[in-house]
């Protein structure tokens, strides 16, 4: 099934300003590819899907092509089933979403590759609350680092993010002024979590459930 964008998402998407982010939610299968990223981002531009070109940054992150990527910003991330798409001006966003199932290897992991603090935090959660914690540093970590155009070879231990129940803070990030970002948690579905992030002032984050039509 092809994912058709219709005239009510058109009409959404000239919505977009900079004062908000847009957000979408959809339902996704990797032989799908780049296709509704393409065909979402070309409503926004006002070009057929076929016609949206997208490069790679210096670190791999995927972008549009000039001139577009002078006026609009997006990141996406897929994780089982769905897809999550941020859609900007003047801001570059980072998202990441990922399904909820257990990782035997999560607290190993957190010893590893966190901040030292976030590891001890996570450790003395009790289960179920601490894969969940896990699950919301590691999508928090992922959508700064995609929005700073880095992936996680940058160091997931060099940002830190606060492990408090129901928060996303990022509290520290080496090389720049963590006061200056952006991080939220979004409540997409009870069976994923998923985090947005950007450098610069507040935005309202607007979202949306993306249907795919036959």
Not at 8 to 23: F, P, R, W
Not at 139 to 146: H, N, R, W
Not at 176 to 203: E, F, H, K
């Given at each position: 099934?092809?994912?058709?964008?219709?005239?009510?998402?058109?009409?959404?998407?000239?919505?977009?300003?900079?004062?908000?982010?847009h957000?979408?939610?959809l339902?996704?299968?990797?032989?799908?590819?780049?296709?509704?990223?393409?065909?979402?981002l070309?409503?926004y531009?006002?070009?057929?899907?076929?016609?949206?070109?997208?490069?790679?940054?210096?670190?791999?992150?995927p972008?549009?092509?000039?001139?577009?990527?002078a006026?609009?910003?997006?990141?996406?991330?897929?994780?089982?089933?769905k897809?999550?798409?941020?859609?900007?001006?003047?801001?570059?966003?980072?998202?990441?979403?990922?399904?909820?199932?257990?990782?035997p290897?999560?607290?190993?992991?957190?010893?590893?590759f966190?901040?030292p603090?976030?590891?001890?935090?996570?450790?003395?959660?009790?289960?179920?609350?601490?894969?969940?914690?896990?699950?919301?540093?590691?999508?928090?970590?992922?959508?700064?680092?995609?929005?700073?155009g880095?992936?996680?070879?940058f160091g997931?231990?060099?940002?830190?993010?606060?492990?408090?129940?129901g928060?996303?803070?990022?509290?520290?990030?080496?090389?720049?002024?963590?006061?200056?970002?952006?991080?939220?948690?979004?409540?997409?579905?009870?069976d994923?979590?998923?985090?947005?992030?950007w450098?610069?002032?507040?935005?309202?984050?607007?979202?949306?459930?993306?249907?795919e039509?036959?």
């Amino acid at each position: 099934m092809r994912t058709t964008l219709g005239h009510d998402v058109a009409g959404i998407v000239s919505s977009l300003d900079e004062e908000c982010v847009h957000v979408w939610l959809l339902n996704y299968r990797k032989s799908q590819r780049r296709e509704p990223l393409q065909a979402l981002l070309g409503v926004y531009l006002g070009v057929p899907a076929e016609a949206v070109v997208l490069t790679a940054g210096e670190h791999g992150r995927p972008e549009l092509a000039p001139p577009w990527n002078a006026v609009l910003h997006f990141n996406w991330s897929h994780s089982g089933d769905k897809a999550i798409i941020v859609v900007a001006r003047g801001l570059v966003p980072g998202i990441d979403i990922e399904r909820v199932r257990t990782r035997p290897r999560s607290g190993e992991l957190a010893e590893r590759f966190f901040h030292p603090d976030e590891a001890a935090k996570l450790s003395a959660l009790e289960e179920p609350r601490r894969e969940l914690a896990f699950l919301q540093l590691w999508t928090g970590k992922e959508a700064v680092l995609k929005a700073l155009g880095r992936g996680v070879a940058f160091g997931l231990h060099r940002l830190h993010l606060s492990v408090e129940s129901g928060s996303s803070d990022l509290i520290w990030l080496d090389g720049d002024d963590a006061t200056q970002w952006q991080l939220q948690r979004l409540d997409v579905d009870p069976d994923y979590i998923a985090s947005v992030a950007w450098r610069g002032p507040r935005r309202v984050i607007h979202f949306w459930t993306l249907a795919e039509r036959g």
